[in-house]
């Protein structure tokens, strides 16, 4: 398998490089990308966002009937890993899950009204998967979707978590139960955030991330905002996690995680002594370096697979959790390496490496959940990649 980018590739990553060089700004990139998926929560992030599609950046390898320009995806993985590496917002939900699963099962009214706002940069989503009785197992979703003949609808009664963006996106893109059935009984549904039947709670997360419980009473949802056919959301659903574990998870951070502890070595002591000499360091920086290359060489697989039409649901099982727990491999060995001190948080000036160890330690548990659990992304590659038998 070649694994390199090709010279037009190289030429579009070189031509984004200098457009976030040239477009640099604090109020728009993280100084420190820790987080795996940056997201459009501000005024100044969704001005960035539709900058990227005033490019033609977005949709990239959407069909050209829908304002893409059926470019390959490895356009759209090329821009994901530039934004990533700047600490920029990325257009993982709206372009690839919402976008591309409406794009192959949407109704002729959901792809004329979202796919050309998606496109432009003028809609943020929210997903909601995630319930209290099923976190990693989202086909156990309780949502109740019960039928509503007389308007020509259902009516959404229950309660999600984990919904990330819930306080600022324009759309909810929801799994809700209609039959009884575990697997045929979910039904993908689009609802607009501000309708009155949500009750929005926040919830923070280990690493600062504001997530949110959403309560549902009695959310009205007309049969035009069902996303494809009744009863086959959960197959919507696992199409779209695979898309998000490579899509919304890129190694770009990762990277940025090894480099910024690279670059501490480089110019720490201990006793005295340069850190950069010390045989044990030397060798766990290899380590962790040869480890980052295994990433990005799963990743490619993801992609590959992508590109040729395929579900690549091993392969993206495989990238999820190796690079997830990489990254909490680099911030574990970060905090025994610079020791103590690397508990002072960023805001403390006497922080070493900026106290960026302290904020990432914290959030890479994160990073092992979203997007599906380390356990469960072992269960997909031993049952469906090794034919192992179910341990429980």
Known sequence: MDFELPEDVLAFEREVVAFLEANRSDDVM?????????????PAKRAFMRKLAERGWLGMSWPKQYGGQER???????????????????????????????????????????????????I?????YSEPQAGSDAASM????????????YVLDGQKI???SAHFADWYWVGARTSEHKHKGITLFLVPMNHPGFQIHPTWTIGDERSNEVFFNSVFVPDSH???????????????????????LPVGPVEMKLKGLIEYVSTATLDGEPLAQDPVVRQTIAKLAADLEVARKLQRKVISEALKNRVPTIEAAMYK????????????????????????????????????????????????IGGGTSEIQRNIIAGRGLGLPKCF
């Open 30 to 42: 993280d100084r420190n990308p820790e987080h795996l998926s940056q997201t459009v929560e501000t």
């Open 72 to 122: 390959s995806g490895i356009y759209d993985f090329v821009l994901t890993e530039a934004l990533s590496r700047f600490g920029a917002p990325q257009p993982g939900k709206g372009v690839g899950i919402v976008g591309k699963t409406i794009i192959r099962h949407g109704n002729e009214e959901l792809k004329a009204y979202f796919l050309p706002r998606i496109i432009r940069g003028e």
């Open 124 to 128: 943020e989503f929210a997903i909601g």
């Open 142 to 153: 309780q949502l109740k979707a019960t039928r509503d003949d007389v308007r020509g609808g």
């Open 162 to 164: 984990w919904t990330t």
């Open 226 to 248: 069902v996303v494809g056919k009744v009863g086959e959301g959960w197959t919507y659903i696992c199409e779209a996690l695979d898309l998000e574990r490579f899509a919304m």
């Open 321 to 368: 959790m190796w690079q997830s727990q990489l990254g909490q491999r680099i911030a574990n060995y970060a905090l025994e390496l610079i020791g103590p001190d690397a508990a002072l948080k960023p805001e403390a000036p006497e922080a070493p490496a900026g106290g960026r160890y302290e904020r990432s330690y914290r959030y890479t548990v994160v990073d092992t």
